[in-house]
Every structure is written in structure tokens, then in C-alpha cells.
């Protein structure tokens, strides 16, 4: 994904340099970079970003918001770079309508009490503003034990609009050959051992069938007629009204 030009400005793309893209699955930061450069123009005033890790997309959303707030707590498994520890499933000391947009990307499976978040995410945010976040659905457990959740669209659907939230859209991350492809690289990826020498040359021998996969997957996904069925992941956007 190229960076564009806006204004005379040249926008970044989100995962700009992102240390977690690899050869095995450079296709997850792509469709996440195509995900929020779509919806860049809700990215305004003050960002909250609800469990914002090791802050990845901060220098992407400031070129549109005019201040970016991350939110995690003190035992996350990142070196986090947050304004405010806080444990998401419990009520934030934040006051209400602070937010002119909230962002949570790969957060919501990790929360033992995933609708208070939601709530308070609505609670945050003032009228009219919207909250963007990304969830996982066809995907391996990560950062064990705190890992909870996978949510099909319907129970999206629900619990946005529980909290208030309207003009909920839900959006696929791919479709079946994408999450297929994918889970292979992750797979095989388990099975290199050895010195670190021998596990460079192994990768690299690998490294072109990973990326095939990868760049032949979206044109298969034209195959595959529901992608919400085994999808790797669903992106939302609602409103508060």
C-alpha cells in the first residue's frame, strides 16, 4: 500500500515500518491499512485509542486527529507507550463526551467483561462521533491467558447497539482463502527449530510460497460467496448519535 497525497500532504500509510510484518503474514497488515485509510475521515479532535499496545498507527491517525490519547494497562504483555493505564474491563476515570473519535484494534477478544468496554467507549465518546474497531474470528490463540473471545457479526451487532451505538457497519477481513493461507504460514511457521542460522535459511526457503499465498488469496476470495463464515477477522464502525 502506497502513501497518498491529500492537500499537498502526503498521508502515510498506517502500518508504515510496523515491526510485527513479516514475510508469513504481511497480508493481516495490508487489509488493515486498506481498513483505515478507508475510514480516515472519522480520525478527528481527540483520538482515544482503547488498548493501544505499543501504539502502532499513532503517527498515521495524528495526521488527521489532533490529539491521540492510548489507553492500556500496566500488566499488558507490550511495552506500552500509553497516556493512561487503565484496565479496560472496568468503568475508565475519564470523563464523559471527551472523545471526538475512539479506536480499539485486536482488543475486544482479550476483555473478560468485553460489553462494559464498549459501554464505556459510548460514554466517552460526544454525539455524533464514531468508534472504529477490529476484532479477530478465524484466528489462533494469542497472548495466553488473556484471551476470551471470538465474536461471529450478529453478536457485533448486538453488543454495539446494547451500548447505544447506531449506523453499526460490520466489514470482513478477507474471506476464506486469505484466513486458509494465513493459517498455513502461522502453521508452518511452528515447525521451524533449530539455530537461529538454520531457522533464517529455512524461512528464507519458505518466504516465497508465504508470499504467493498471500498475493493470490484476495483474487480466490472472489470464490467464496459469505466471507463472514470464515473470515480471519471483522472491522466495525458505529455512531453515537
Not at 3 to 17: A, D, E, G, M, Q
Not at 70 to 84: F, I, L, M, P, Q
Request: glycine fraction near 4%.
Amino acid at each position: 500500500m502506497t502513501n497518498k497525497v491529500k492537500n499537498n500532504i502526503i498521508i502515510k500509510k498506517p502500518s508504515l515500518n510496523h515491526k510485527n510484518r513479516h514475510w508469513h503474514n504481511w497480508l493481516v497488515y495490508d487489509l488493515n491499512d486498506q481498513f483505515l485509510s478507508k475510514y480516515s475521515h472519522l480520525y478527528q479532535g481527540v483520538l482515544y485509542d482503547l488498548g493501544c499496545g505499543e501504539s502502532p498507527y499513532q503517527d498515521f491517525l495524528l495526521q488527521f486527529a489532533q490529539q491521540y490519547i492510548g489507553v492500556d494497562w500496566a500488566g499488558s504483555n507490550h511495552v506500552t507507550k500509553e497516556t493512561v493505564l487503565a484496565n479496560l474491563n472496568e468503568p475508565l476515570l475519564l470523563d464523559s463526551a471527551v472523545a471526538d473519535c475512539v479506536i480499539s484494534l485486536s482488543v475486544l477478544e482479550h476483555l473478560y467483561q468485553p460489553q462494559g468496554m464498549l459501554n464505556e467507549a459510548y460514554r466517552l465518546l460526544k454525539p455524533n462521533a464514531a468508534m472504529i474497531l477490529q476484532v479477530p474470528w478465524q484466528w489462533q490463540l494469542h497472548e495466553q491467558p488473556h484471551d476470551y473471545f471470538r465474536y461471529t457479526p450478529y453478536a457485533l451487532k448486538q453488543m454495539f447497539v446494547k451500548a447505544g451505538f447506531t449506523e453499526v457497519t460490520i466489514e470482513c477481513q478477507g474471506g476464506f482463502f486469505t484466513m486458509l493461507f494465513l493459517k498455513i504460514n502461522y502453521f508452518s511457521l511452528k515447525f521451524i527449530r533449530g539455530p537461529k542460522f538454520l531457522k533464517n535459511i529455512i524461512k528464507l526457503c519458505l518466504a516465497p510460497f508465504w508470499y504467493l499465498g498471500q498475493k493470490i488469496a484476495p483474487y480466490l476470495d472472489r470464490l467464496d460467496r459469505d466471507w463472514s463464515k470464515e473470515t480471519i477477522g471483522f472491522f466495525v464502525t458505529a455512531i453515537k448519535k
